[in-house]
């Protein structure tokens, strides 16, 4: 099939530009004005912003916590995502305790293989690690896995500081990069029981059990081990000014250090956890929400270009029957929000239409850096002949509120109800497929697996 996008402004991570984008097959084959084909089917996007697909790289669908299950699966996951604009996500293959990585990741093709509505891929973290674990890397990045995560909190994902070294010097032998969640485990825990002895297990415990040191912390120590081990290294979901100063001081150091912060930790802050009754509930997540200065420092940090990536974290749960199992004690509250299918129109509405990013950083935040950072580009995270036709044409006169009722998330909340919105992903292309219309998904489950490459870019 044929398809020519007319009179869109086109958006890359360094210009903008009035263009045509034709595509056949699948892929961009030209980029010019007045392309002509009586036999194309023709997307008008006169006024319109045309963007690469958005990439998520950071969601957990189909989670399980040990205790519940994240209602969001790779069908109903993938499908607000790709309405929202994203047209490819990474998700996070976890090794349970006595597993192989193989067996991981055959888990989690099971989860995704044939539902899923955007192309995906995994990152692979590592729980466990001995010498036959060691072996399965090289395995892992010959069947397209680069990438892998660790835990420096939670008992039951979290590795020790020996076991952090060994990882990124083994990683790097094989070019990969290790994505860290950066808190300090033991610190968490002394303070959540701190909390709980004091009798205080209302929701306003939660941030006061993680706060911004804790996280500050363990990036430094991550930093530090990574310097010994000599490795680059992605921080993911930073949330904190003291967290951010860390990972600066690294750079200064000499050393590689990629940061994602998330749409929740620019938006949303604590005063959430102040709210009536058990509303606050859909902000319990890790890290928690911060201040208003720390998401004023991370702001000025992406006009900045110190930001690499934002993803949303996304791992919904239902207050009903999932987050209400911590109404009376808030440590047994299932951690996390949903985001997937809202992240690219709150980084348009408040980010490009207050002025605290433009055109060409949400493309390069969003789309391009990622695809950079992690194996696909020029493949994905960019307009160019040859690439992908992964295509959103944006509508950024589009105006709506976002509530639960709503959105395509298979869950009864969201942090962002009641958020005004401006723009819309109105048309978005799967490798060629004109898989959403006029702001409708027309066509499900087209989305495969991405085999990324262990060659990076930024």
Not at 149 to 167: C, G, H, P, T, V
Not at 272 to 294: E, H, Q, T, V, W
């Amino acid at each position: 099939m044929t398809i020519i996008i007319k009179n869109g402004t086109v958006v890359s991570s360094d210009n903008q530009y009035l263009s045509d984008i034709k595509v056949e097959n699948g892929i961009i084959t030209e980029i010019k004005q007045n392309i002509s084909d009586d036999s194309a089917e023709i997307i008008d996007a006169s006024g319109c912003l045309v963007f690469p697909g958005f990439i998520d790289s950071h969601t957990h669908f189909d989670l399980d916590n040990g205790f519940t299950v994240s209602p969001d699966d790779f069908s109903t996951g993938t499908s607000a995502a790709i309405l929202g604009g994203t047209t490819t996500v990474l998700d996070f293959a976890t090794q349970n305790k006595g597993e192989t990585l193989t067996e991981a990741l055959q888990n989690w093709h099971k989860k995704a293989d044939n539902v899923s509505s955007c192309d995906y891929g995994f990152h692979m973290a590592i729980t466990e690690w001995n010498n036959n674990v060691s072996k399965e890397i090289e395995e892992m990045i010959n069947k397209g896995v680069t990438s892998f995560k660790l835990y420096m909190a939670y008992d039951n994902l979290r590795l020790s500081d020996d076991k952090i070294y060994e990882i990124l010097k083994r990683v790097k032998e094989y070019n990969g990069i290790v994505g860290m969640h950066c808190e300090n485990g033991d610190l968490v825990n002394i303070l959540i029981k701190e909390q709980l002895k004091r009798n205080n297990s209302s929701l306003i415990a939660h941030p006061l059990s993680r706060p911004n040191y804790v996280e500050a912390e363990a990036i430094a120590r991550y930093l530090y081990i990574a310097k010994l081990a000599d490795a680059p290294v992605n921080i993911v979901h930073l949330s904190t000014t003291e967290g951010l100063e860390e990972a600066l001081r690294g750079r200064e150091r000499g050393q590689e250090v990629y940061i994602e912060t998330c749409p929740q930790y620019l938006l949303l802050d604590d005063s959430n956890y102040n709210l009536d009754g058990f509303d606050s509930a859909k902000y319990i997540l890790s890290p928690p929400l911060r201040k208003r200065n720390d998401i004023n420092k991370l702001w000025e940090a992406i006009s900045k270009n110190y930001i690499n990536t934002i993803g949303t974290d996304h791992c919904s749960f239902n207050i009903k029957g999932q987050k209400d199992m911590g109404k009376d004690n808030f440590s047994k509250i299932p951690n996390g929000i949903p985001g997937v299918q809202h992240r690219p129109v709150l980084m348009y509405t408040y980010g490009v239409c207050e002025g605290k990013m433009t055109n060409e950083q949400m493309c390069s935040l969003l789309s391009e850096n990622i695809a950079k950072l992690f194996g696909m580009y020029p493949k994905k995270g960019t307009l160019s002949i040859g690439s992908d036709a992964d295509i959103v044409v944006w509508n950024k006169n589009h105006k709506d509120t976002i509530t639960v009722e709503k959105q395509s998330h298979n869950v009864d909340n969201t942090p962002y109800e009641g958020f005004e919105t401006i723009g819309k992903a109105e048309h978005v292309l799967l490798r060629g497929q004109h898989v959403v219309k006029n702001g409708d998904l027309i066509i499900k489950n087209q989305g495969k697996y991405v085999y990324r490459s262990n060659k990076t870019f930024i």
